[in-house]
């Protein structure tokens, strides 16, 4: 059955339209209470935080009154990284961990991430049953007044978020002397990141750190990456740590100013977990991953398997496969061996520990060489004309051209009303010929 409100990766869409209002934002709030609180082994608790947008301050309270009217005991964290909220959620026992964000997107968005009292995004078997009960008439879901739940705030949500990250790393890790330039996106990190790493002796220079409620990711963060690159060189710095709106994908630049993405890094932390025999299993990348990467693996004998596009689908095939490494080539990243979910500050830390003898972010990465990857975002009303005659055939038609020589990926966005044409070849121009095709189907 295909979920009605939740897509890859939450809920997410335009602010007041459809799914994105104070109204809805209730509902979900009732709904999720009214599942959660009947999970008896835990405190009938749920904790929220979110992003910097403005509109955010508007949907958090329609929120809190929706969990608070099933009954359920609200914690408010304010802006916070999405894994500080996953952390937090399994460390202070809650039921229900929500995050108010929409990610990468724009201001104009936003959405919801929920998390099990595992820390881990909740299953598409969970989110079905949370929708139906969205759907029920409120009153069947209202708690008694005697057990409406109560409303507190944690001020120290950031603090102790860094707490639980530092704790994954030997208690004399140092930064002294390095000189570190991170962009925030003005989002969730601008307070957890630059502090992060001055805690633990580099020089900071922080960008993205003033958010105003509609700065995120406006040409800044990991969607943006040539400004990290600009940063980096304007600094002299030895690293430069790029992250998105709610923290949980990190693009980087080394001291050259060469762009690190997603795959890049992975192929990194992978061989170096593999050189000191933390590595399990092997390695989860995606449909999106790079066939260079795919290749790297298949060099150094790890292990490579592809998941569904979007970190919750890595992470059930980390567990599936009892693998302790997976991400996706925009910088999602999951360490299992620390996190149940992408965390860029975390990322970074791991990356950072790998350089305190010296080593040059440079030396680190590019241990592969990309296959050239084309990715093409087309808008549209209606996401079904992938499944228009008129398109399957022109995907026929590219897939038997490019056949032995790269391959095409086309899919629907999981969170905008978008089609995404990716194709990967050495071939250039075959590879462009066979992205217009698809192109002219859907346009």
């Not at 598409?124 to 009153?139: F, G, P, S, Y």
Request: with cysteine.
């Amino acid at each position: 059955m295909t979920k009605k409100y939740f897509g890859t990766d939450g809920i997410r869409g335009k602010v007041n339209q459809n799914k994105i209002n104070g109204e809805m934002f209730f509902k979900f709030g009732l709904a999720a209470g009214t599942y959660f609180k009947n999970q008896k082994k835990f405190k009938q608790t749920a904790i929220i935080a979110k992003d910097t947008r403005l509109s955010g301050y508007s949907l958090e309270p329609a929120l809190v009154s929706g969990l608070a009217s099933a009954g359920m005991h609200v914690y408010t964290l304010g802006p916070l990284p999405t894994n500080g909220l996953a952390m937090l959620t399994k460390k202070m026992r809650a039921n229900l961990g929500i995050m108010i964000t929409a990610s990468h997107n724009p201001y104009y968005d936003n959405g919801l991430k929920l998390f099990g009292p595992d820390g881990l995004k909740l299953s598409d078997k969970i989110e079905k049953k949370i929708e139906k009960l969205i759907d029920i008439k409120i009153v069947k879901n209202l708690s008694e007044p005697k057990i409406l739940g109560r409303v507190k705030r944690l001020e120290d949500a950031n603090d102790r978020y860094i707490k639980i990250l530092k704790k994954n790393f030997p208690s004399n890790f140092s930064l002294k002397g390095m000189k570190i330039v991170i962009d925030c996106a003005n989002g969730a990190a601008y307070k957890s990141g630059p502090k992060l790493f001055r805690s633990l002796g580099a020089k900071v220079f922080e960008y993205g750190a003033s958010p105003n409620g509609f700065n995120i990711n406006q040409n800044c963060g990991s969607t943006f990456p040539n400004k990290i690159k600009r940063l980096v060189k304007k600094h002299n710095a030895h690293i430069g740590i790029s992250l998105d709106g709610d923290a949980d994908r990190i693009i980087i630049s080394d001291e050259k100013g060469n762009i690190i993405d997603g795959d890049q890094i992975i192929a990194m932390l992978a061989t170096r977990w593999k050189r000191k025999k933390i590595l399990k299993g092997g390695v989860i990348g995606t449909l999106m991953s790079n066939y260079g990467l795919q290749n790297y693996f298949i060099s150094k004998k790890i292990r490579f398997i592809r998941a569904n596009v979007g970190d919750r689908y890595v992470k059930e095939k980390m567990q599936i496969n009892n693998f302790n490494l997976g991400g996706e080539q925009s910088g999602h990243i999951i360490l299992g061996k620390f996190a149940t979910t992408g965390d860029g500050l975390l990322v970074a830390l791991e990356v950072l520990f790998s350089m305190r003898k010296g080593i040059k972010a440079s030396q680190l990465f590019n241990l592969f060489k990309l296959t050239p990857q084309i990715l093409e975002n087309i808008k549209v009303k209606d996401k079904s004309i992938i499944n228009s005659k008129k398109c399957k055939i022109a995907i026929m038609k590219a897939e038997k051209l490019i056949k032995n020589n790269g391959r095409m990926l086309i899919r629907k966005s999981g969170t905008e009303p978008k089609i995404r044409i990716m194709g990967e070849s050495n071939n250039i121009n075959l590879l462009k010929n066979c992205i217009n095709i698809v192109k002219k189907s859907i346009n």
